[in-house]
């Protein structure tokens, strides 16, 4: 072994003795320094496989609502979940590698799928200014740009905009959560979207009603279609 990488080692090995990586969805320590949680979590997190599947949950979520091309999400969610966990600590605590991570994930689970190829920009469901500049990031970005560089395909940085503020959708019914959202998208960025087949994102699927509302505008343009793709969902 060469003395750099003996060092750099040397120096992970001190890293971990003084300052031991923990799983955020077990607590167990994390023996590999890289990974954002354990082996063990790694294998049994709830990953729904929608992939595999033209017609899943999530697809018949959106039929009657909108045409989707193609619908999935990483995992199930649910509470006191390790889902959950990673989800808050995305969207709370500043862990955007938790985004990288679930990308990569995805990128795994599509490997030798035709379905990347098929997409041609990549679009983000869109917080209020006022709350991205509060929480400083949006939850969805380093997911989307991640799986923007690995299947090389555009992602379109604030296409979506949200002009007003929705109210929190927890306890709302699937109409009141649509009638709280149907209004406050606008797009920009149209002649990058149109006659395209987008990819939006967002972190959570419960009802489908912010994606639906985010979708329309997308569909609304000429020669669109649409996929949705999330990391997590409620089924
Ligand atoms: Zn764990």
Not at 74 to 102: A, N, P, V, W
């Amino acid at each position: 072994m060469k003395t750099g990488a003996r060092v750099k080692r040397s120096i992970s090995a001190l890293k971990e003795l003084f300052y031991p990586k923990i799983c955020p969805c077990c607590g167990d320590h994390i023996q590999n320094q890289q990974s954002v949680i354990c082996l063990s979590c790694l294998i049994f997190l709830p990953y729904t496989n929608f992939h595999q599947l033209k017609i899943n949950p999530l697809h018949k979520k959106f039929w009657g609502r909108m045409e989707i091309q193609h619908a999935d999400s990483l995992l199930f969610m649910e509470k006191c979940s390790k889902t959950q966990e990673l989800m808050y600590l995305l969207k709370y605590s500043h862990r955007q590698d938790i985004g990288t991570f679930l990308s990569e994930q995805t990128i795994q689970r599509y490997h030798n799928h035709s379905f990347p190829s098929t997409i041609q920009a990549i679009v983000i469901v869109p917080l209020h200014p006022r709350k991205e500049k509060q929480r400083g990031y949006n939850q969805c970005h380093t997911f989307a740009q991640h799986l923007s560089v690995s299947w090389q395909v555009p992602y379109l940085k604030n296409a979506l905009s949200r002009i007003s503020h929705s109210n929190s959708q927890t306890g709302n019914t699937r109409m009141e959560r649509w009638e709280n959202v149907a209004n406050i998208f606008t797009l920009a960025k149209k002649d990058a979207i149109q006659n395209k087949h987008i990819l939006l994102i967002d972190d959570v699927l419960t009802t489908g009603a912010t994606l639906e509302a985010c979708g329309q505008q997308i569909l609304k343009l000429t020669g669109t279609k649409l996929s949705i793709l999330t990391m997590a969902c409620k089924v």
